[in-house]
């Protein structure tokens, strides 16, 4: 076998890239165990003496294993009461919000659509400039918000920044004569949007549905 040959048959890069590899491995372990030991212990200590806890004696393992913590927990209707309302929240306000996403972005994606760059820039300025804490309270309570699940979706229905992303998608992702050949062919602007728009659109409404789902379940202060 010619020294070429054995040169190709060699992987790119030979002991280099495997050092390389090996590197990056195990750089790649230290950085999840820095991750995810907090959580683990976090979970072990749930399950530990909240007094061998305090005393620094809990690392691995539960220190004298016990489940006071959880029975403290669930023994409070009102812990239970706050997951429902999170999980309720996060549940309708991001199909809201999706919703809402969508049939903002895929017009304002047209540009044929009349106003489109002063509805860009109206939408743009909401990402700079808000009311405050003060007026936003106001326009909730003026109309008839207060006290309803839809003050929490209502006033800030549309993530501006979500909508930018899903509007960018449908402009560049999505051929204009896949549209324009489905209205030849007599399909309406809805029917084009239905079953061709959504189902297209399916990689960037995951992404909504995940931002979206985080935004609602973080969302402490509204």
Do not use: C, H
């Amino acid at each position: 076998m010619s020294a070429n040959a054995k040169t190709l048959g060699k992987r790119p890069g030979g002991l280099s890239d495997r050092a390389s590899d090996v590197v990056l491995v195990a750089l790649s372990v230290v950085i999840l165990l820095l991750v995810a030991y907090p959580l683990y212990y976090i979970l072990v200590a749930s399950f530990s003496d909240p007094y061998d806890v305090y005393a620094g004696k809990t690392f691995l393992l539960p220190s004298q294993f016990s489940l006071k913590g959880y029975a403290a927990v669930f023994s409070d209707d009102s812990i239970l009461l706050g997951y429902w309302n999170s999980i309720k929240y996060t549940v309708v306000g991001t199909i809201f919000s999706v919703v809402m996403i969508y049939i903002t972005a895929y017009p304002l994606s047209n540009p044929d659509l009349p106003g489109r760059k002063f509805f860009n820039i109206f939408f743009v300025i909401t990402m700079y400039f808000g009311g405050g804490l003060i007026p936003t309270y106001l326009i909730v309570k003026d109309t008839g918000l207060i006290n309803t699940i839809w003050a929490m979706f209502l006033p800030g229905g549309v993530a501006v920044s979500n909508m930018i992303i899903a509007r960018n998608f449908f402009e560049t992702s999505i051929p204009k004569e896949l549209k324009e050949a489905a209205e030849i062919d007599g399909a309406s602007k809805l029917r084009v949007f239905w079953d061709i728009i959504i189902p297209l659109s399916k990689p960037i409404m995951a992404v909504m549905v995940v931002f979206s789902m985080v935004a609602y379940w973080n969302d402490w202060f509204t």
